[in-house]
């Protein structure tokens, strides 16, 4: 029998339980439905803090789920717990432990600054909001901590107009600010493809020092499956609201299974310059004309499709015990 401890102990920090979110279907948009999210399910370990990259190309689903987990996006069916209790039938006070617990950061973090105030605005403004800190002397503190622990001084970014900074100080201050609430789960949407390849490199070695040493998980969004496998543990292939390949990010990446992370992985640019570009998608064909309302989503471009794969969304299998799960009928037995 499970104790309670031991109960509390697996929890996981976040799990996603068969979410469903489809728009359209109205008048509006003539009548046609887009599938968000298919029946996505996954789950974050409470401990050790772990990178999990939610990956796609656009359309995929990804950035739906991150707005489902940060309470943007109502989902259709389905539901996002966080340490084991459903977000969307938390309290008052769970919500506001929640809205603490969970922070986000964003493509483009311009978009988060009000252009009229001083950087220090944007700190105080959560400081004052979730009481982080008594006095302001102490508030000072917490802000030039946070702000350290993204490499950053204070006095070249506090007290200037977001105009004034580069966009890397910029993304990193918004890093600062969801450090300064001593989060436990960050959702990063494509935190870095807005930024140079030197910045990357920074912003991701700040997301694994803050897993290492703050203990801190992120949901990492992506387009990128080179940045994934750089830092994350854990993959979910997105193809348009279908997860199609989900485990460890070596399994995923380095031993694909799915006819569409093969193709993915096959189309990242080589290194060489005297070699270009792999295998790219199928070009469309008649097959793409086709309406995939019940099979596989991936059907109209798959190289290995089979007739049994227009009818049914094919379920996940476990392809081992180390968590490597793929969506595709060439594996139902
Ligand atoms: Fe291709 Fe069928 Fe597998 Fe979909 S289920 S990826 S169409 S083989």
């Given amino acids: ?40 399910s996954l789950s974050l370990d409470a401990t050790p803090a772990r990178i999990t990259a939610v990956a796609g190309e656009s359309g995929s689903g990804k950035s739906t789920l991150a707005g489902a987990v940060l309470g943007f996006v109502q989902l259709d069916a389905g539901h996002v717990l966080f340490e084991g209790q459903d977000v969307a039938a938390m309290s008052r006070n ?58 950053l001084r204070s006095d070249d970014v506090l007290g200037k107009h977001p105009h004034q900074l580069s966009g890397g100080q910029r993304q990193r201050i918004m890093i600062a600010r969801a450090c300064m609430m001593a989060p436990k789960l960050i959702v990063a949407d494509e935190p870095v493809s807005m930024v140079d390849a030197s910045l990357r490199s920074t912003i991701l070695d700040i997301m694994l020092r803050l897993r290492d040493d703050n203990n801190i998980s992120f949901l990492y969004i992506t387009h990128d499956l080179s940045t994934a496998y750089q830092i994350c543990d854990d993959i979910h292939i997105f193809y348009q609201g279908a997860q199609v390949e989900s485990g460890p990010v070596d399994a995923v990446l380095g031993n694909a299974k799915h006819p569409y992370t093969q193709l993915l992985i096959a189309s990242i640019p080589e290194p060489d310059p005297t070699r270009g570009w792999g295998t790219q998608l199928p070009p469309d064909d008649e097959n793409n004309d086709r309406d995939i309302i019940n099979g596989c989503p991936f059907y109209p471009r798959c190289p290995k499709r089979m007739e049994q794969c227009v009818a049914h969304l094919p379920a996940r299998v476990s392809l081992d015990d180390t968590g490597h799960q793929v969506a595709c009928h060439l594996f139902v037995k």
């Fill in 1 to 40: 029998m499970t104790t309670a401890s031991e109960k509390t102990a697996n929890t996981p920090l976040l799990e996603v339980r068969d979410a469903v979110k489809v728009y359209g279907g109205g008048f509006l948009s003539g009548g046609r439905r887009v599938h968000a999210l298919r029946e996505v």
């Fill in 94 to 151: 769970q919500r506001f432990n929640y809205r603490r617990s969970v922070q986000a950061i964003f493509q483009d973090p311009y978009a988060v600054f009000n252009p009229f105030f001083h950087t220090d605005h944007l700190f105080n403004l959560v400081m004052r909001r979730f009481g982080i800190a008594k006095g302001r002397k102490a508030a000072r503190a917490r802000i030039v901590e946070a702000l350290e622990t993204v490499g």
